[in-house]
């Protein structure tokens, strides 16, 4: 009885250490301005995300299958006539969950040529009567030709956001709080400062990019797939995406056991 007590805490106190050496890393890379320590970080993580997408690509739930497929075929597609993902950085964040919904029968002149809402956040919202779907711990693996992968996981979700810093903007506190006083101000604004910093530093190695109306921090590169739309026999789908200067739809049909993109629609201008 008191080995299965003591065996877990050994276990939660070593990934503890862990990630405490992740941090210690990567701040003392930033600190130094050291290539080697940032580049063994950042191999270290590239490491990582390669073993989870591994167990990922070993699953047989169909789900999740055709929702890799797509994803694979996206990028295959897209990802790799975009700038951004190529040349600018070493590495692409993405996320570890992906939304998704099913429709019985998908048209695409219902979504291409009608109107379509926004949520209270500001995304879109094609189907406010389908339930919404989350794949978690989703791993998928890119093409080799793109920047290596980097799985944002909650730990390194945590990790980004504390090396960065509490997110705050200067404006928006200055107008909820207009009796703050000017030393609460001046911390807000070094801190802001110093956060600057850090993403410049982090853009180096990264295709990061973040949401300054967001209260905390959101870690992904572009193209970003925000969600996908299935008809019920994974016949057709949707991908609603965001690139670096626009956002769109992406069309595709499953022909002979793959996925093809058959239609891009620009529809968003991202500022």
């Given at each position: ?25 990567l701040l003392n890379a930033y600190q130094t301005n ?238």
């Amino acid at each position: 009885m008191k080995k299965s007590v003591i065996v877990p805490f050994f276990i939660l106190l070593l990934q503890h250490s862990y990630g405490q050496k992740r941090e210690n890393i990567l701040l003392n890379a930033y600190q130094t301005n050291s290539t080697t320590k940032a580049n063994q970080f950042f191999t270290n993580w590239n490491l990582e995300s390669k073993q989870l997408i591994a167990r990922f690509n070993s699953s047989t739930n169909d789900t999740a299958i055709n929702i890799h497929n797509i994803f694979q075929s996206f990028y295959d597609s897209i990802g790799s006539r975009e700038s951004e993902t190529k040349d600018i950085a070493k590495y692409f964040l993405i996320p570890d969950t992906i939304t998704y919904q099913f429709i019985d029968t998908l048209i695409k002149e219902q979504f291409f040529d009608g109107s379509f809402l926004f949520t209270a956040q500001g995304s879109l919202n094609y189907l406010p009567e389908n339930k919404i779907y989350t794949l978690h711990s989703f791993y998928p693996q890119l093409n080799p030709g793109l920047a290596k992968t980097l799985s944002i996981t909650k730990s390194y979700n945590d990790l980004l956001s504390n090396f960065l810093g509490h997110k705050k903007n200067y404006d928006y506190y200055k107008e909820k709080y207009p009796n703050a006083s000017l030393k609460t101000i001046t911390l807000i604004t070094k801190s802001q400062k110093e956060s600057r910093k850090r993403r410049e530093f982090l853009s180096k190695y990264l295709h990061l990019q973040y949401e300054d109306y967001e209260a905390s921090w959101q870690f992904y590169s572009v193209p970003f797939i925000s969600k996908i739309i299935f008809d019920k026999d994974f016949k057709t789908a949707l991908i609603d995406y965001q690139s670096k200067e626009i956002g769109g739809l992406a069309y595709f049909k499953k022909i002979s056991g793959n996925w093809h993109l058959i239609e891009l629609k620009g529809m968003i201008i991202i500022d």
